[in-house]
């Protein structure tokens, strides 16, 4: 019959040497090439794209967050508390209070008190019940107060008798001012301050080394070398801020300005 196939026709073919055979094996190789190699393609163009799109996104986002954190407000920082300025960076003024003085034994005095203070500083004159016996007539406290009012320094001259009250002379007691050969035995007097815990409040008084160690309470405003005239004043200091080492140094130099004259 013409389909069949012969045993002979057979081994030719299984041993190539049938040529169309050959022909259809040597076409369908490069079809299966082609395949491979369109299934490579279609990989590197969606590793390549996946990997574009995931760098591009990053990219975005990292740009985002810089603008974003070049946009962020400065947090903001509270100025510093401790800017008081030192007694060296002040401009200071000089006040001048009268007070009328009237004795026995000197009659009536005019003194004129300085106050050397910063110049945002302020000075008030705070009258003070008297009497006809009093010796100042005009009795008033100068009571000297910093721009915030956290510092009062409170001047008051003793307006009716004093006699001198002593105290032992305590590790806390600061000197401020010496003053030498004073008086006729030419002693030292000493304007000291300390801290009364019981008040807290700063006191400037005088005080006195050497034979006694005792302080007084108050200070002594001469202001007649030849007569040895004086005005026992009481100073008294009192502070609720944070700075007091500044504070101090400005009420020290107050204190050691007063001149009555």
């Given at each position: 019959m013409e389909n069949q196939i012969s045993a002979s026709d057979l081994n030719t073919q299984q041993n190539g040497q049938n040529p169309d055979s050959l022909v259809v094996k040597i076409l369908e190789k490069p079809k299966a090439n082609y395949l491979v190699i369109g299934i490579i393609?279609?990989?590197c163009?969606?590793?390549?794209?996946?990997?574009?799109?995931?760098?591009?996104?990053?990219?975005?986002?990292?740009?985002?967050?810089?603008?974003?954190?070049?946009?962020?407000?400065?947090?903001?920082?509270?100025?510093?508390?401790n800017s008081l300025p030192s007694q060296e960076?002040?401009?200071?003024?000089?006040?001048?209070?009268?007070?009328?003085?009237?004795?026995?034994?000197?009659?009536?005095?005019?003194?004129?008190?300085?106050?050397?203070?910063p110049s945002?500083?302020?000075?008030?004159?705070?009258?003070?019940?008297s009497d006809s016996n009093?010796?100042?007539?005009?009795?008033?406290?100068?009571v000297i107060t910093n721009a915030d009012s956290t510092a009062k320094l409170t001047i008051s001259p003793f307006c009716s008798g004093w006699s001198a009250e002593y105290f032992d002379w305590s590790q806390s007691v600061v000197t401020i001012k010496e003053e030498n050969n004073l008086?006729?035995?030419?002693y030292t007097a000493y304007t000291v301050r300390y801290l009364d815990t019981t008040t807290n409040q700063?006191?400037?008084v005088e005080g006195e080394?050497?034979?006694?160690?005792?302080?007084?309470?108050?200070?002594?405003?001469?202001?007649?070398?030849?007569?040895?005239?004086?005005?026992?004043?009481?100073?008294?200091?009192?502070?609720?801020?944070t700075n007091s080492k500044i504070i101090l140094e400005i009420t020290d130099k107050i204190v050691t300005s007063l001149k009555a004259q």
């Open positions: 393609i279609l990989l163009l969606f590793v390549f794209g996946f990997s574009g799109y995931y760098l591009g996104k990053r990219t975005t986002n990292d740009s985002l967050n810089l603008g974003r954190g070049l946009n962020r407000p400065t947090p903001y920082s509270s100025p510093t508390t960076d002040l401009v200071w003024k000089t006040e001048s209070v009268q007070i009328k003085k009237e004795t026995a034994m000197s009659g009536s005095e005019i003194i004129n008190l300085s106050i050397l203070l945002n500083w302020v000075l008030k004159t705070v009258s003070r019940d009093d010796m100042i007539k005009n009795c008033a406290d100068y008086g006729g035995g030419g700063y006191k400037y080394k050497g034979t006694s160690n005792k302080i007084m309470d108050a200070i002594l405003i001469r202001y007649n070398s030849n007569t040895g005239n004086f005005l026992p004043t009481r100073v008294l200091l009192d502070y609720s801020g």
